[in-house]
Nanobody
Framework: QVQLVESGGGLVQAGGSLRLSCAAAGRTFNIYRMGWFRQAPGKERESVAAITWGSGNTYYTDSVKGRFTISRDNAKNTLYLQINSLKPEGTAVYYC???????????????????WGQGTQVTVSS
């Protein structure tokens, strides 16, 4: 199993920035890919970004390209999401997730992941 703990969320004004972190523990040597998702009130969980743990290849949802950056520190078993130019519609609970296997969808579907964190709230004020 893998345990995931997110941190770094909070209240920020539109146009501001945040850096989210996700600390992984347990069978981290089995992680193939990690991703960030978000879920706004009354909406489905949507993908934000994904990264292949070994190669560092990254994938982004079109709506966040150029504003969000996903990265990882393998030595610290930590995943990051740098969020810039925040918009009010970015208000959501942000989740990190870990996958043990390769999947064709590239890591942007919730069904590709085996483990999830509890989420961290990001609130963007206008």
């Amino acid at each position: 199993q893998v345990q995931l703990v997110e941190s770094g969320g909070g209240l920020v004004q539109a146009g501001g920035s945040l850096r989210l972190s996700c600390a992984a523990a347990g069978r981290t040597f089995n992680i193939y890919r990690m991703g960030w998702f978000r879920q706004a009130p009354g909406k489905e969980r949507e993908s934000v970004a994904a990264i292949t743990w070994g190669s560092g290849n990254t994938y982004y949802t079109d709506s966040v390209k150029g504003r969000f950056t996903i990265s990882r520190d393998n030595a610290k078993n930590t995943l990051y999401l740098q969020i810039n130019s925040l918009k009010p519609e970015g208000t959501a609970v942000y989740y990190c997730a870990a996958a043990f296997r390769w999947t064709a969808a590239g890591g942007l579907l919730p069904s590709e992941y085996d483990y999830w964190g509890q989420g961290t709230q990001v609130t963007v004020s206008s």
